[in-house]
């Protein structure tokens, strides 16, 4: 059974940073496409980033310029740096890929 599963989150302050990972159990994942979503209190899921097997990124224009989104093939992991962070990126951040989502991990900024 595939799983991805988030790590990274927390609370952080206003201009802070953080940094997600997502790991996928398996090496299917590599071949794949990854994303991260998110979705706030009252909102509907929205995609944050994408990057295709190969290193091609998408990001949201709400956080262009701010977060960057890699992988890992050989670790089946996918990373989300977060520079620059604002109230209105707190929200669940939850990994996709291959039609399976991950259990999703908190992000709250705040001061």
């Known amino acids: 059974q595939v799983q991805l599963v988030e790590s990274g989150g927390g609370l952080v302050q206003p201009g802070g940073s953080l940094r997600l990972s997502c790991a996928a159990s398996?090496?299917?994942?590599?071949?794949?496409?990854m994303s991260w979503y998110r979705q706030a209190p009252g909102k509907q899921r929205g995609l944050v980033a994408d990057i295709t097997r190969r290193g091609r990124t998408n990001y949201a224009d709400s956080v262009k310029g701010r977060f960057t989104i890699s992988r890992d093939n050989a670790k089946n992991t996918v990373y989300l740096q977060m520079n620059s962070l604002k109230p209105e990126d707190t929200a669940v951040y939850y990994c996709y890929s291959l039609e399976v989502w991950g259990q999703g991990t908190q992000v709250t900024v705040s001061s």
């Open positions: 398996g090496s299917i994942f590599s071949g794949a496409a």
